[in-house]
């Protein structure tokens, strides 16, 4: 099972060296919160010592509450849901469809639910740290938690307190390395697109 993991988004309309922390937490916490549901296309990358560096890719759905659909285009045919209580993993390259508890999940995905509405950074994270990059703005973080399987978090954010990129580091050193485009606030999403269906 790989990295359990928070996807949080921070940003602020200032540079690395005059940014202020806390009303930039409070943009996205407000940004992201008021969402109903949440469209995206991602990349993702997970890179381990010793391995070849893996890439997948597709399109994400949010839905509160807690429902989440990542169908992907590379490896096409790869599909992972879930209706809020029950994930549904199936890989083409099996054949297999894994399904687990939500609460019994350490899989990556399962918390982006708190894209939807549980967003509370100074609850979660400490020792705050950015850095500037052409215009946007890196902010790292640790979890309050020593129970995660993660020891750092980075955001890459816009101006407008979007979220384009996040980078988890494992308490293994791995690296998991998401970027995101094409962002969409609630568009119309139905709830039966948050149920497997084999």
């Known amino acids: 099972m790989r990295l359990f993991f928070i996807v949080l988004a921070l940003g602020h309309c200032l540079s690395a060296e005059g940014f202020d922390l806390a009303p930039a937490l ?3 916490e407000r940004r992201y919160n008021r969402a109903q549901t949440l469209q995206v296309k991602f990349s993702e990358s997970y890179k381990q010592r010793g391995r ?3 890439t997948e890719s597709g399109t994400l759905y949010l839905r509160k509450p807690g429902r989440m659909r990542w169908e992907y285009t590379d490896p096409a045919g790869k599909l992972f849901v ?3 209580k029950t994930f549904n993993l199936f890989s083409p390259a099996s054949g297999q469809v894994e399904k687990m508890k939500a609460r019994e999940t350490e899989d990556m995905r399962a918390p982006l639910g708190f894209l939807l509405g549980r967003l509370h950074f100074q609850k979660d994270f400490q020792a705050f740290t950015t850095r500037e990059e052409r215009g946007e703005v890196w902010i790292s973080a640790e979890p309050k938690s020593p129970n995660l399987p993660y020891s750092k978090v980075e955001f890459l954010v816009t101006p407008e307190a979007r979220i384009r ?6 308490q293994d050193q791995s690296v998991l390395d998401f970027s995101f485009e094409e ?16």
């Not at 962002?183 to 084999?198: I, V």
């Open 165 to 170: 990129r996040v980078q988890v580091t494992g």
């Open 183 to 198: 962002e969409k606030l609630n568009p119309p999403l139905k709830a039966e697109l948050f149920e497997y269906r084999e």
């Open 26 to 28: 409070a943009k996205v």
């Open 82 to 84: 879930c209706d809020g």
């Open 52 to 54: 070849a560096v893996r």
